[in-house]
């Protein structure tokens, strides 16, 4: 098949009930093949620890097998994991080292850095996939409400594990 090179990005929870993480997995990995055979093949993520991190790992795990895959991480500034659990800054590295290419959006961390990432997001994607539940109220909600303005696709993934 003759791939597009179409681009997703990613948005959403930090923090995931761990009950569910096995079933997110999956079905991260179910999406982002089948994104794939649909002619995606350059990806972004926010490097947020929870979905961002494990959509990235997917993305990581579709490019071991088809090198015309990309995966581009959009970070807020230098050094955002600094407060993180030893464990998520592992993840953050492990997928930090893999990736393709990283995308700075300050040196220095202000109010509104991450809302900027998200915008970047969006604006240089096709489709936004999402895990968005119905009582979040912050950047994720922001950025899946910023995508449907400028018409974009958002696949949650919330809906269909829930």
Known sequence: MLKSNKTCCFTGHRIID???????????RDTVESLYDRGYTNFISGGAMGFDLYAAVEVLNLKANCPDVTLRLALPCLGHFRKWRPADVQLFRHVFERC??????????????????NKFMVDNSNLCVAFLSDTN????????????QKGMDVMNLYDILN
């Open 18 to 28: 761990r009950r569910i993480v096995p079933d997110l997995q999956n079905c991260l």
């Open 137 to 148: 109220k912050g950047g994720t909600l922001a950025t899946v409400k910023f995508a449907r």
């Open 100 to 117: 393709n290419d990283v995308e700075y959006i300050s040196r220095e961390y202000y109010n509104g850095c991450t809302m900027v990432r």
